[in-house]
């Protein structure tokens, strides 16, 4: 099956001082549509220069980035914002919802934006249901509970019908219980639409939801288990 | 795009503060237009309202219409060389006593041939051309308030020459005194009485049309409206400062829509983040921005000037305030534009804004 993402030796560095700080060395890695994949490790190994490299929003020093079979590496800045509207859903640390847009509008909003390129016939009410979300659809952010805001952010992520769903630390805001249930709503909206999708994280307790882990440390990635 | 409107509906309280004071600043700069037109027409109104297009003046009266001088020969000869109407004006500052009290009342006669196009329109009583009273005099409608009705005699305090009041007309003013107006001979008589052997004179002869191409009479020139009103003593000076203040405050208040904008802005920087990490072009960002500063500066515009027409219905009719439509267009137009110029700065800076500062969280 082709791949959702593909990372072919991937270098990012930046000039620091006198010498040049290596933030990510030769990394590469594929990922499958449906395959849940975390990266785990210590805050300042990466993540998310690895996570910003792989959602076209920041350049590699070296190496290809490949979405859904569109290489990134050439392309220049509108390009790239195409790539991100058409091709990759967000889940950010906080849900960074529009606070004047509904529950409902945030995902319309998704989904105007993507009208154009015939992408997307998910309808916003059946995503806000499928996540348990029906009675928030008239809801501002504010009157939200956290774990729902979430869960709204995560519904936003896939109305663009992406290629791949890239996840920074979607339960850093939220105690274990939420988290754990956050993590396998997007599991479970991952192998339903059959979506790609990469979860950064330090949070060990959800890690045995995901299909594959890797571990970033030392400017390398390294796969740690194959569950 | 309709996320403008629906993130000003839902932070009322925020965008209410913003339009309350631009609101009021539209307000004083709509006000402040009303009372330079009110002031101009103090000191134009009756050369504005003619009928005459261009004025023939003498040479050497430097475009001071009431300092220009023209023999009485001129008026024929001016004929002569245009296919439009002329008629001959006279004006002449002066002050008249009424019979009720001591009182005595400022005026300028605008002595008029009552057969020319000079003629007031008459708001009672009736023109100088029926009037069978010697002497008549066609008064402004402020002196109504002096007590004075159609039928009263008033003296002319400088010769003691009586003058009937045959009838009324409204909005006449020159200089800032009301305007009389009298028939040419009138004027002559009044001149007689001070030195008797005054021929007559004019100080301009209106043409009513535009064809002044062939009027080429030595000593003389031809004036347009417009230049001659420039010219009236006052006139340029007053307005030149109150139009200066005006299109200052102009400036000022679209620049503090600007300022409040780009704070607002700043503000907001992680969202134009969130928007632009989600595949949102510039060029959409740019169209919310601009025109939630449409809405913010319409709004403003439409109810500033409803805001100044209300006022204006207010005040009392001796404050010279007169809003003329067009202009009340032009600032608003004016100042929707330079609004949505200002607000380029917060669009130059939410370019700027690295949708990758949402990724790795709050640092």
């Known amino acids: 099956m082709k791949n959702a993402l593909e990372l072919n030796n991937i270098s990012k560095s930046y000039q620091d001082g006198e010498g040049e700080n290596n933030i990510l060395n030769n990394i590469s890695l594929e990922v499958k549509p449906g395959e849940f994949v975390a990266i785990v490790g210590p805050s300042g190994s990466g993540k998310s220069t690895f996570l910003s490299i792989s959602g076209a929003l920041l350049s590699p020093s070296d190496g290809s980035v490949m979405v859904g079979g569109t290489e990134l590496g050439k392309k220049n800045k509108k390009k790239l914002v195409k790539i991100r509207r058409e091709k990759i859903g967000f889940i950010f640390q906080s849900h960074h919802l529009l606070p004047f847009l509904t529950a409902k509008e945030q995902l319309t909003l998704v989904q105007k934006m993507n009208k154009n390129n015939g992408k997307s016939d998910l309808r916003a009410e059946d995503m806000l249901a499928d996540l348990g979300l029906a009675e928030c659809a008239d809801k501002f952010p504010a009157k939200m509970s956290g774990g729902e805001k979430q869960r709204v952010a995560i519904a936003r992520a896939f109305m663009n019908d992406p290629d791949i769903i890239l996840a920074d630390e979607p339960t850093a805001s939220l105690d274990g219980a939420r988290g754990r249930q956050v993590v396998e709503l997007i599991k479970k909206e991952v192998k339903k639409h059959q979506k790609a999708a990469i979860m950064v994280t330090h949070d060990e307790r959800v890690l045995d939801l995901v299909d594959v882990i890797y571990r970033l440390e030392n400017a390398g990635l390294k796969k740690v288990v194959n569950q | ?363």
Do not use: C
Request: proline content about 2%; overall charge negative; aromatic content about 8%.
């Open chain 2, 1 to 363: 795009m309709n996320l403008a409107w629906k993130e000003i509906r839902h932070s009322k309280t925020k965008y209410i503060l913003i339009e309350g004071i631009l609101i009021l600043m539209i307000f004083m700069v709509v006000f402040l237009s009303g009372l330079a037109n009110g002031l101009g027409d103090a000191i134009s109104a009756s050369i504005d309202k003619t009928d005459a297009e261009y004025f023939v003046i003498s040479t050497d009266a430097e475009k001071l219409i009431a300092t220009s001088k023209i023999d009485k020969e001129m008026l024929e000869k001016t004929a002569s060389m245009t296919n439009d109407q002329v008629t001959s004006l006279n004006i002449k500052r002066s002050n008249v006593n009424t019979f009720k009290d001591e009182k005595k009342l400022d005026i300028t006669y605008f002595a008029i041939d009552p057969n020319g196009f000079l003629n007031p329109d008459i708001t009672e009583g009736e023109g100088l051309v029926n009037a069978k009273a010697e002497n008549p005099v066609v008064l402004d409608d402020s002196f109504q308030e002096q007590d004075i009705v159609i039928g009263d005699v008033i003296e002319d305090s400088v010769t003691g020459i009586k003058l009937t009041v045959v009838g009324f007309t409204k909005d006449e003013l020159y200089g800032h005194s009301p305007v009389g107006f009298i028939g040419a001979d009138t004027f002559t008589t009044l001149n007689q009485e001070i030195n008797s052997s005054y021929v007559e004179k004019y100080n301009a002869i209106a043409v009513q049309g535009s064809d002044i191409e062939k009027i080429n009479i030595k000593g003389l020139e031809v004036v347009d409206k417009a230049t001659i009103i420039n010219n009236l003593p006052g006139y340029a000076a007053e307005q030149l400062t109150i139009k200066m203040i005006l299109w200052v405050l102009v400036v000022i208040s679209a620049a503090v829509l600007g300022v409040f904008f780009y704070v607002i802005t700043i503000q907001k920087q992680k969202q134009f983040g969130v928007l632009k990490a989600i595949g949102m072009k510039m060029s959409e960002i740019t169209g919310y921005i601009m025109s939630q500063v449409f809405i913010l500066s319409l709004i403003g515009v439409v109810i500033g000037n409803l805001l100044s027409v209300g006022m204006a219905s207010m005040l009392p009719s001796s404050m010279p305030f007169f809003l003329k439509t067009p202009m009340v267009i032009i600032i608003s137009v004016v100042f929707i534009v330079i609004s949505l110029f200002t607000s380029l700065v917060s669009v130059r800076k939410v370019a700027k804004v690295d949708p990758m500062v949402i990724i790795g969280g709050n640092e």
